[in-house]
C-alpha cells in the first residue's frame, strides 16, 4: 500500500495476517531521512462483530498523494458505532482534516482518488450511490454512478476520474464533458494512474492481460504475451509502463516500455 508524491513516500504498516485490525501510515521522506507517523488505528471499531473490512486491504488503508496532501479513508468510532472517515493530511502544516463521515449502520465511505488539486471518493447511503468530487477550493459536487464501483482513481490533471466495475469492466469519466466510456473489460483488477494513463492489475489466472490507457489520446493499449506465459504484475512508474511474465517453470522477466509502444 504505496502512494508518492515529490520526495514524499506513503507506506502502511501492518501485521502479516488479515484484516490488519492493527495498522500504522508513515509518510517518509526519500531524501532526508524524515518519518512521520500521520494515522494509526484507532477506538474499538475492530471488535464491531457484525463487520466484514474489505479486501485486500482489510481495515488498512490505502493513501493516495497529490502534491502535499496526503488522502486516505479509515475506519474509526467504537465496536458499537463503527464509522468511516476519509480524512486528509496537509505536509506543509502537519494537520489532519476529516472531509467525510458516515456511520457504517447508514453506508460507507470507499474508493479516495486524488489528482490536479481534486478529490474523489465513493459515498453510499440512503440517498442512492455517487462519487463526491473535491475542487482545491473545497466546492463539491455528487456523480451518481452505476454499477460496482472500486479502486478509483484520478490523472494528474484531474480531468478523468478512472475505476473498476465489478472486475466485469474499467471505466472511465471525463470531469469536463460528462461523458463516460469503456476502456477495458475483465482484463484485471483494480485501478491505479500515472500522469495521463491508467493501469490495472493482471488477472493472470484467469487468461487476464496487462495494459494501460491514455486518457490523452483515448486509446487502450493492451499487451499480448506468448502461449504458456502468464503476467501477474503491472505498473506505471513515470514514463515507464512496466509488466512481469513468468512461464510455465517459474522464470519471470521484467520488461519496460514506453507510452505507445507495445
Same mark, same amino acid.
Request: charged share 20%; hydrophobic share 45%.
Given at each position: 500500500m504505496l502512494a508518492s508524491s515529490g520526495d514524499w513516500l506513503a507506506t502502511v504498516r501492518t501485521g502479516l495476517a488479515l484484516p490488519f485490525p492493527e495498522w500504522q501510515l508513515i509518510l517518509r521522506n526519500v531524501t532526508t531521512g524524515e518519518a512521520r507517523t500521520i494515522a494509526r488505528n484507532e477506538g474499538t471499531v475492530a471488535d464491531a462483530p457484525d463487520l =466484514?473490512? !474489505?479486501?485486500?486491504?482489510?481495515?488498512?488503508?490505502?493513501?493516495?498523494? +497529490?502534491?502535499? *496532501?496526503? *488522502?486516505?479513508?479509515?475506519?474509526?468510532?467504537?465496536?458499537?458505532s463503527p464509522v468511516r472517515e476519509l480524512r486528509a493530511y496537509d505536509l506543509a502544516s502537519g494537520s489532519v482534516t476529516t472531509l467525510d463521515t458516515v456511520a457504517l449502520a447508514e453506508g460507507d465511505l470507499d474508493t479516495a482518488a486524488a489528482g490536479g488539486g481534486r478529490t474523489a471518493w465513493l459515498r453510499v447511503d440512503a440517498a442512492g450511490q455517487r462519487f463526491v468530487l473535491r475542487e482545491a477550493d473545497g466546492g463539491q459536487r455528487e456523480l451518481p454512478v452505476e454499477g460496482a464501483p472500486f479502486a478509483a482513481a484520478l490523472d494528474a490533471?484531474?480531468?478523468?476520474?478512472?475505476?473498476? +466495475?465489478?472486475?466485469?469492466?474499467?471505466?472511465?469519466? +471525463? $470531469?469536463?464533458?460528462? #461523458?463516460?466510456?469503456t476502456f477495458a473489460t475483465d482484463e484485471g483488477w483494480g485501478m491505479t494512474a500515472a !500522469?495521463?494513463?491508467?493501469?490495472?492489475?493482471?488477472a493472470a489466472a484467469y487468461g487476464g492481460a496487462p @495494459?494501460?490507457? +491514455?486518457? #490523452? *489520446?483515448?486509446v487502450t493499449h493492451i499487451l499480448e504475451?506468448?502461449? @504458456?506465459?502468464?503476467?501477474?504484475?503491472?505498473?506505471? $512508474?513515470?514514463?515507464?509502463?512496466?509488466? =512481469?511474465?513468468? !512461464?510455465?517453470? @517459474?522464470?519471470?522477466?521484467?520488461?519496460?516500455?514506453w507510452p505507445g509502444q507495445s
Amino acid at each position: 500500500m504505496l502512494a508518492s508524491s515529490g520526495d514524499w513516500l506513503a507506506t502502511v504498516r501492518t501485521g502479516l495476517a488479515l484484516p490488519f485490525p492493527e495498522w500504522q501510515l508513515i509518510l517518509r521522506n526519500v531524501t532526508t531521512g524524515e518519518a512521520r507517523t500521520i494515522a494509526r488505528n484507532e477506538g474499538t471499531v475492530a471488535d464491531a462483530p457484525d463487520l =466484514q473490512p !474489505g479486501l485486500p486491504f482489510g481495515f488498512a488503508p490505502k493513501p493516495v498523494m +497529490d502534491g502535499a *496532501t496526503v *488522502t486516505w479513508i479509515q475506519y474509526a468510532g467504537s465496536a458499537e458505532s463503527p464509522v468511516r472517515e476519509l480524512r486528509a493530511y496537509d505536509l506543509a502544516s502537519g494537520s489532519v482534516t476529516t472531509l467525510d463521515t458516515v456511520a457504517l449502520a447508514e453506508g460507507d465511505l470507499d474508493t479516495a482518488a486524488a489528482g490536479g488539486g481534486r478529490t474523489a471518493w465513493l459515498r453510499v447511503d440512503a440517498a442512492g450511490q455517487r462519487f463526491v468530487l473535491r475542487e482545491a477550493d473545497g466546492g463539491q459536487r455528487e456523480l451518481p454512478v452505476e454499477g460496482a464501483p472500486f479502486a478509483a482513481a484520478l490523472d494528474a490533471s484531474g480531468r478523468h476520474l478512472a475505476w473498476d +466495475d465489478g472486475l466485469i469492466a474499467k471505466r472511465v469519466l +471525463d $470531469l469536463e464533458t460528462g #461523458a463516460t466510456s469503456t476502456f477495458a473489460t475483465d482484463e484485471g483488477w483494480g485501478m491505479t494512474a500515472a !500522469g495521463s494513463r491508467f493501469t490495472w492489475a493482471p488477472a493472470a489466472a484467469y487468461g487476464g492481460a496487462p @495494459g494501460y490507457f +491514455d486518457a #490523452a *489520446t483515448g486509446v487502450t493499449h493492451i499487451l499480448e504475451v506468448r502461449e @504458456g506465459v502468464r503476467s501477474n504484475y503491472a505498473a506505471l $512508474l513515470g514514463p515507464w509502463f512496466v509488466w =512481469q511474465s513468468a !512461464g510455465p517453470r @517459474g522464470d519471470g522477466l521484467y520488461h519496460f516500455t514506453w507510452p505507445g509502444q507495445s
